[in-house]
């Protein structure tokens, strides 16, 4: 009889909604082992085209049932340094496993959750002393010089392949902390930060060197790098981080937040621990406007710093809903509220500017617009006011203006994004660009793979000058 | 890497003046620009005006009034120990020209980022009518080092403890209508200081910029803490600041959302009160 997909063990929605540790608490060797069982195998595994850095998944599939769990990593690495993190994160569900011939008749063989285990496990062995860590390295004497500004997943990536590649490797965050989205946006209980802070203490054994509190830009710009510093190219993964606003009357009113305030305080800031000294205003009813992945991590993390009520409010419906689906099945589970169909048109406060209450009005679905979705139209005479002490904008992003500024021969597209060829290349020489920086808001995998790709036209093109 | 302190004095209760090593900072600083920084390991991140440099040593000064955990936290290191986190440098740099003669209004710790902008001013070949106030005598600094790039100096102190009994508007009116004419102003200082010289000086007609001392958290235009209005649009202080044009800044969102944090608790227990019943 063929095996069902392996549930994964979770904490209880009940427990978990009031705390910050992790919520699936990951497989077990034999869980593992018989989800591994379930692949195939396939000659042709269409899974591997829907991984934007075509993990070679059958084959570490088939080391995890050997039990070859180091081998499994290995082959892993070959094309992810960061699989603790993609097995949490990536969307699966529209990636490899959306692919998986399995997923045609019943449910995917659980790569995500095979990736995560195999991280784990040779992780916490590493952690546990049972295994030695690979020696320090350090680049060879008279390597060219690569500079990376931005810490995030595509930043790191190409780090990675960089220092494989045998460069002296210096990335530049301007925050306290690296990691990008990884530290402050996406919460303890998604990624715990002690795997975001392993992975990247990996690449500093091997000889990356960081510099925090360096906002490239102002500190040095783009030209300073090249010309002044001595490097050969630069790297730009500064991602999409300008939170967007609802533009309506009230929302500068304290107790609106856009989602990066309120994650970055209490993920960067850590001020959900009860000796922080960030500040946050814990309301006790939320609303949360937007239903991506950003708007259930602000959601559930307010029900966490003790909120009594969230609600998710989106425009179109939860067909449409950009979120993973796991978040969304977490998200409900804990409590979180859905209201679809509704717009904010206002928020109101009191005298003080605290806000008190937020006016909505109910839409529904017309037409499909440019992306297909169908476009929400308002529905007259709809409006209502709903109390609430805080809101949460998760609306999306925008590019950050500081390098735009500063680096004025920097093509950049209508809404300041960077331009690149399918490389990374950018309109400057010897600057590469690649990530949220470069698309728009889009995934932790994806801004790998565009780091993958810019250190490949980085070492091709140092390479060609000899 | 941690920044050494290198040395530290207190220019008024208070009130303290610090060098810190930073010299990729010193090297690129312009007047107007400030840093982030982090006292320790577990400390917010706070925005502070850089209001001099030394370039051959590397050094900027800070200079910080204590009004809270982390300015306190700050003020508590010595000479010889370090900053755990220091940012910068940030913001735009004020826009120096020749102008004519500029008033640079100064009020309370709003003194030491005004000093860099006034010094500045002077160097690129302005007449600079100073005023700056403070509440009482010994809470009024840089008295010196602003009379020495100053072509007039005033000065006011809210008890009259000092110079002139009154506020800096009050010289500032006065002075309006003398000779040379103002053709240009900068107003630091608190909120409600920074309002009334606006006020003052849209009525005269005379182009002011205030430097904006929002809440702020990253100061690299992620999180939109440190939003404000200007003009009717919403404008991030960290990347678009800190200086604005005074006479379209909404001073009275401004001064809500700085008492955002001090409010948070009596907010608390009014949250409590609000219904329960959604729509
Ligand atoms: C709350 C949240 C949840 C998410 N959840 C998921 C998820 O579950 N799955 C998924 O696949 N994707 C998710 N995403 C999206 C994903 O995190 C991003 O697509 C990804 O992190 C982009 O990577 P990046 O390397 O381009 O940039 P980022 O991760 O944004 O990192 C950019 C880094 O550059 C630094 N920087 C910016 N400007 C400068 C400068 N001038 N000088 C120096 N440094 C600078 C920033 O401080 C930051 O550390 C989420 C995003 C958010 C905000
Ligand atoms: C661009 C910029 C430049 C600045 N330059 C200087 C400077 O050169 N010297 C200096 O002493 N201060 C300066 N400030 C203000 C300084 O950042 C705050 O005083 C500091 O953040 C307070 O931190 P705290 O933890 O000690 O106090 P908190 O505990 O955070 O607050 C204590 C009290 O101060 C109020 N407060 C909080 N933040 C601010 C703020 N940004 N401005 C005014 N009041 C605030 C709070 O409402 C509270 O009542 C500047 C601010 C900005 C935005
Ligand atoms: S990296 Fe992401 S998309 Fe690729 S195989 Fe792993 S989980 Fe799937
Ligand atoms: S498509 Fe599914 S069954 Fe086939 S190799 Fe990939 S994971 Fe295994
Ligand atoms: S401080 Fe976060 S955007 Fe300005």
Not at chain 1, 318 to 332: G, K, T, Y
Not at chain 2, 106 to 134: Q, T
Request: aromatic letters at 6%; glycine letters at 10%; one cysteine or more.
């Amino acid at each position: 009889m063929a095996i069902p997909r392996q549930p994964m063990p979770e904490q209880p929605p009940e427990v978990r909604r009031h705390n910050f540790d992790e919520v699936p608490l990951g497989y077990t060797e034999e869980l593992a082992i018989r989800e591994a069982q379930r692949c195939l195998q396939c000659k042709k595994p269409a899974c591997v085209d829907g991984c934007p850095v075509n993990v070679a998944i059958p084959q570490f599939i088939e080391k995890i049932v050997e039990r070859d769990f180091e081998g499994a990593l290995q082959i892993i690495l070959g094309t992810n340094s960061l699989p603790a993190i993609c097995g949490r994160v990536c969307p699966q569900e529209t990636q490899c496993e959306k692919y998986c011939v399995l997923a045609k008749r019943g449910d995917p063989v659980a790569i995500g959750r095979l990736e995560r285990f195999v991280a784990d496990h040779v992780r916490i062995r590493l952690m546990r002393g049972e295994k030695a860590p690979l020696p320090p390295t350090a680049p060879p004497p008279g390597a060219p010089k690569v500079a990376i500004v931005g810490s995030g997943p595509a930043g790191l990536t190409c780090a990675a392949d960089l220092l494989n590649a045998g460069y002296n490797v210096t990335l530049f965050e301007a925050l306290h902390e690296p990691g990008g989205v990884l530290v402050y946006g996406i919460p303890e209980f998604r990624l715990p930060k002690a795997i975001v802070k392993a992975e990247i203490q990996a690449l500093v054994r091997r000889g990356l060197q960081i510099v925090t509190n360096a906002v490239i830009g102002r500190l040095y710009t783009i030209d300073d790098l090249l010309n002044e510093e001595g490097y050969a190219a630069v790297f730009i993964g500064t991602g999409a981080g300008t939170p967007k606003f609802l533009k309506i009357p009230g929302e500068n009113l304290n107790g609106v937040y856009s989602a990066n305030e309120f994650l970055t305080r209490v993920n960067l800031m850590k001020a959900y621990l009860p000796d922080a000294e960030t500040p946050i205003v814990r309301g006790k009813r939320v609303a949360v406007f937007g239903a991506g992945n950003t708007a259930m991590d602000a959601a559930r993390t307010a029900l966490r710093i003790g909120a009594e009520e969230v609600y998710i409010m989106y425009r179109r419906s939860r067909a449409e809903m950009p979120a993973r689906a796991e978040e969304i099945h977490h998200a409900e589970e804990e409590g979180v509220k859905f209201e679809f169909l509704v717009n904010p048109v206002a928020f109101y406060g009191n005298e003080r500017g605290w806000l008190q209450s937020v006016r909505c009005e109910r839409m529904q679905l017309g037409e499909p617009d440019d992306s297909g979705r169908r476009r929400p139209v308002r529905i007259a005479g709809s409006e209502f006011d709903t109390p609430i002490n805080v809101a949460i904008v998760a609306v999306g992003t925008e590019s950050n203006p500081l390098i735009r500024q500063t680096t004025p021969d920097l093509q950049v597209n209508q809404w300041g994004y960077i331009v690149t060829d399918d490389m990374g290349r950018t309109s400057k020489p010897r600057v590469y660009a690649g990530g949220d920086i470069v698309t728009g808001a889009a995934t932790v995998i994806e801004a790998m793979g565009a780091g993958k790709r810019a250190a490949r036209a980085i070492i091709s093109d140092l390479q060609g000058k000899g | 890497m941690p920044n050494k302190i290198l040395e530290k004095e207190y220019l008024a209760e208070n009130v303290v003046s610090m060098w810190i090593e930073a010299r990729q900072i010193a090297k690129k600083r312009q007047p107007g620009q400030f840093l982030i920084l982090r006292p320790g390991e577990r400390s917010e991140r706070i925005p502070l005006t850089i209001a001099d440099v030394r370039a051959k040593e590397g050094a900027v000064r800070l200079i910080v009034q204590v009004v809270g955990k982390t300015t306190r936290d700050l003020a508590a290191l010595e000479a010889g120990e370090y900053v755990r986190d220091v940012a910068g440098p940030l913001g735009h740099p004020t826009p120096i020209k020749h102008y004519g003669t500029v008033a640079c209004v100064g009020g309370g710790i709003g003194v030491a980022p005004l000093l860099p902008i006034a010094r500045a001013m002077k160097e690129a070949g302005n007449y600079v009518v100073s005023i700056i106030g403070a509440r009482t005598k010994g809470l009024l600094i840089l008295e010196e080092d602003m009379r020495a790039i100053s072509d007039e100096l005033l000065i006011t102190t809210d008890d009259g403890s000092y110079v002139r009994h009154g506020l800096v508007t009050d010289v500032l009116r006065e002075r309006l209508t003398g000779k040379p004419g103002i053709d240009f102003a900068v107003a630091i200082g608190p909120v409600p200081m920074m309002k009334a010289v606006a006020n003052l000086t849209r009525e005269a007609g005379i182009a002011t910029i205030a430097s904006l001392n929002t809440i702020m958290i990253d100061g690299t235009g992620m999180c939109g803490g440190c939003r404000v209005t200007v003009g009717g649009r919403v404008k991030y202080t960290c990347v678009d600041g800190p200086e604005f044009d005074a006479h379209e800044v909404d001073f009275d969102e401004l001064q809500r959302r700085l008492n955002m944090y001090r409010d948070h608790e009596l907010h608390q227990l009014e949250a409590c009160k609000i219904g329960l019943a959604v729509r």
